[in-house]
């Protein structure tokens, strides 16, 4: 089995130094999976996606909002409602991140898995930004998968720790997609908007608690909802090391988390897609290693992978 993973050196830009956000973590997440063996593995793939194109951000985003991102309009003051400064290079990483979320879906209906090393905007809205997003890599690709590859059943499986907000707004008319939400009760945005299915955990939820609720929740969906095809964010903000998150899960709890939720995928024959979300230690090695577990559950999704069976490796 080949495991295709889309990463662009472009994921990260140009930064300034104190902001909250790591825009550095991409960069650190490739160097991370290198210094795990990815680059000397048969299996891996690595792809470079292409910048999304207009006409695919136009079946989310309005034409009005997008010109205005394009031109750095959507404040006067050059910063965005997701909290970013605005600029050109902040345009083309962005474009590169969403290029990268709709070239894994593609993968991904050819092999049945593939993965981004970004992704995850689920709180950009259609005609705004919103919580560190500008665009939503996640509603870009469900509707990409509705009008090019006519899916009728679409599940997003949504697991980092903030409710994806914009996704469940994008999609609140839309019965063929399918939005699932497993997040923190008390954290961003404090004002939700409705999911199909959200779960709200309380702070301080640890490994067990987690993946018990998970799994009582996501089976029905898949059994009742059938998904033809799965967007999973894996935010790794749910880690206890997290300085937004406020729940408690460890590394090993994270792995097998995004095991458990791409084997029952790969057991039901359910392409998936999958990003990795939210993550938001200002120590890149440690959040790096979090992202990771991601790609280490899938490598051991392979039956021939030198790797097959084993479990996460920390720092």
């Given at each position: 089995m080949t495991l295709p993973i889309i990463h662009h050196p472009g994921y990260s830009c140009e930064w300034p130094e104190r902001h909250p956000f790591p825009m550095a973590k991409f960069r650190a997440l490739r160097e991370r999976l290198s210094t795990l063996g990815f680059d000397a593995l048969d299996e891996v793939r690595w792809m470079t996606p292409r910048p999304a194109s207009s006409k695919a951000?136009?079946?989310t985003h309005t034409a009005d909002y997008l010109q205005r991102f394009y031109l750095g309009?959507?404040?006067?003051t050059r910063r965005t409602p997701s909290g970013f400064p605005w600029s050109p290079a902040l345009?083309?990483?962005t474009l590169l991140e969403v290029g990268g979320t709709l070239a894994t879906v593609q993968t991904a209906l050819e092999t049945g898995l593939a993965l981004n090393s970004a992704g995850g905007t689920h709180h950009a809205y259609a005609d705004r930004a919103s919580?560190?997003?500008?665009?939503?890599?996640l509603a870009v690709a469900a509707h990409d998968l509705l009008a090019e590859h006519r899916l009728e059943r679409i599940l997003i499986v949504d697991c980092d720790v903030h409710q994806g907000d914009g996704t469940a707004w994008i999609f609140r008319h839309?019965?063929?997609v399918f939005?699932?939400?497993i997040h923190g009760e008390a954290n961003f945005p404090f004002e939700k908007v409705q999911s199909d299915r959200d779960v709200a955990l309380s702070?301080?939820?640890g490994d067990d608690a987690y993946l018990r609720c998970l799994a009582r929740e996501l089976d029905p969906i898949l059994s009742d909802f059938r998904p033809q095809f799965v967007l999973f964010d894996a935010g790794a903000d749910v880690h206890a090391g997290d300085r937004l998150g406020h729940f408690s899960l460890s590394t090993e709890g994270l792995f097998r988390r995004d095991r458990f939720v791409l084997a029952r995928c790969r057991d039901l024959g359910i392409p998936v897609a999958a990003v990795i979300g939210g993550g938001y230690d200002r120590d890149l090695k440690a959040l790096a290693d979090r992202h990771a577990q991601l790609f280490l559950a899938a490598l051991t999704l392979n039956p021939e992978s030198s790797r097959?069976?084993?479990g996460s490796a920390a720092n």
């Open positions: 951000l136009l079946r309009e959507i404040a006067t345009v083309e990483r919580g560190y997003c500008l665009l939503n890599d839309e019965p063929r939005t699932f939400s702070r301080g939820t097959s069976g084993e």
